[in-house]
C-alpha cells in the first residue's frame, strides 16, 4: 500500500523537510493556509516566483517544474472543525506548525483517526530542534505572544538540520515503520 | 539514577545524576545550574551562569533506547517558524 503523509505547516520546517522527501514512495498532502512573503525567501523553500502564493500550493508547484513530483495542495487554516477531512485516508501525519492551539487540534484528530503523527519544532533562537513522535510530545507555547521566530533567515542552517532530520525520521517511517526520536543542538543530531 | 542532558546555547551533554525521575524540576533546575558553573558539564561550562538560566526550560523525563531514565533540560520550542 502506498503511504500518504498528509503535512501540515509548509513554512521553514515544513517546506524544508517536503523538497527532501521528493523521492520518498508515498503520495504527499500540503495543509497551509498562509501566503508566501518576500521576507519568507530568506528562511523557507521558495523562490521568488512564489511571493503572494499560497504556502501550500507553492511548494506543489515547486516539486513539480522542479522535479517533476506530485503533491496536493489544501490552502486551508487546520482546525479542529476540518482536522478529519484533511487528514482523511492518510497514513502518517507530520506537524511543522508554529503554535500550540494549531499542534493541539492536529495531534487531537490525529489520535482519533488512529494517525501516527510525528513533530517537528524550533527554538526561538535557532540553537535547538525536536523531531518528536506524538507518543511523547508535549507542544511548547512561546514565553511571550508573538515571539520573534526564525523567519529573519540567520537561522537557516538549523532549520536546514532539523527539516533534514524530520525528512530522514519520515523516510525511516515510511521504509520500514520506524519511529525515531532526535534532538538537535548545534553539538550534532542525537536520538533520543 | 538518571542521566541529566542539559541543551543551553546550542550546546548539549550528558551528566550523570544521582537521583532519578522523582527529583522535582525545581532542584533539576537548581543542580543543573550548580554543574555548568562547575564545569562538571562536559562542554557546557559557564563559570557565571545565572541562578535563573533554565527557568523558562523544559524538562522532560524520557526512558532512553535502553530503558535508562533519562531527564532532558532544555530550551522551548515553540516554532516550526512560518
Known amino acids: 500500500m502506498t503511504a500518504r503523509i498528509v503535512v501540515c505547516g509548509v513554512g521553514a520546517l515544513g517546506s524544508t523537510a517536503v523538497q527532501l522527501l521528493r523521492n520518498v514512495d508515498a503520495e504527499l498532502r500540503l495543509v497551509d493556509f498562509d501566503r508566501v512573503e518576500s521576507k519568507n525567501l530568506a528562511a523557507q523553500w521558495f523562490v521568488k516566483q512564489s511571493v503572494g502564493k499560497n504556502k501550500a500550493e507553492a511548494v506543489r508547484l515547486q516539486l513539480s517544474n522542479f522535479y517533476g513530483a506530485k503533491a ?3 490552502g486551508v487554516r487546520l482546525a479542529a472543525t476540518n482536522a478529519a477531512q484533511l487528514l482523511a485516508g ?12 494549531s ?14 503523527l510525528v513533530h517537528a519544532a524550533l527554538a526561538g533562537d535557532g540553537t535547538f530542534g525536536l523531531v518528536r513522535w506524538d507518543e511523547r510530545f508535549v507542544p511548547d507555547r512561546e514565553d511571550v505572544a508573538g515571539q520573534a521566530t526564525c523567519e529573519g533567515g540567520e537561522h537557516l542552517p538549523m532549520i536546514g538540520l532539523v527539516g533534514a532530520t524530520l525528512a530522514r525520521a519520515i523516510q525511516d517511517f515510511v521504509r ?3 519511529r525515531r526520536d532526535y534532538m538537535i543542538s548545534l553539538s550534532g543530531v542525537a536520538r533520543t | ?7 543551553y546555547q546550542g ?5 550523570e545524576l544521582e537521583l532519578d525521575f522523582a527529583a522535582s524540576d525545581e532542584d533539576i533546575r537548581r543542580i543543573a545550574v550548580e554543574v555548568v558553573r562547575s564545569g562538571g558539564v562536559r562542554g557546557l ?3 557565571q551562569l545565572a541562578p535563573n538560566a533554565f527557568d523558562h526550560f523544559v524538562i522532560d523525563r524520557l526512558r532512553g533506547t535502553e530503558g535508562e531514565q533519562r531527564i532532558y533540560l532544555r530550551p522551548k520550542v515553540p516554532f516550526g517558524a512560518a
Request: glycine share 4%; net charge negative.
Open chain 1, 72 to 74: 496536493e495542495a489544501m
Open chain 1, 90 to 101: 492518510c497514513t502518517l501525519a507530520v506537524d511543522c506548525f508554529d503554535n500550540a492551539d
Open chain 1, 103 to 116: 499542534r493541539l487540534a492536529l495531534a487531537a484528530a490525529a489520535r482519533a483517526a488512529g494517525i501516527p
Open chain 1, 176 to 178: 520500514a515503520g520506524e
Open chain 2, 1 to 7: 539514577m538518571a542521566i541529566l542532558n542539559i541543551t
Open chain 2, 11 to 15: 550546546q548539549s551533554a550528558d551528566y
Open chain 2, 45 to 47: 561550562h559557564v563559570a
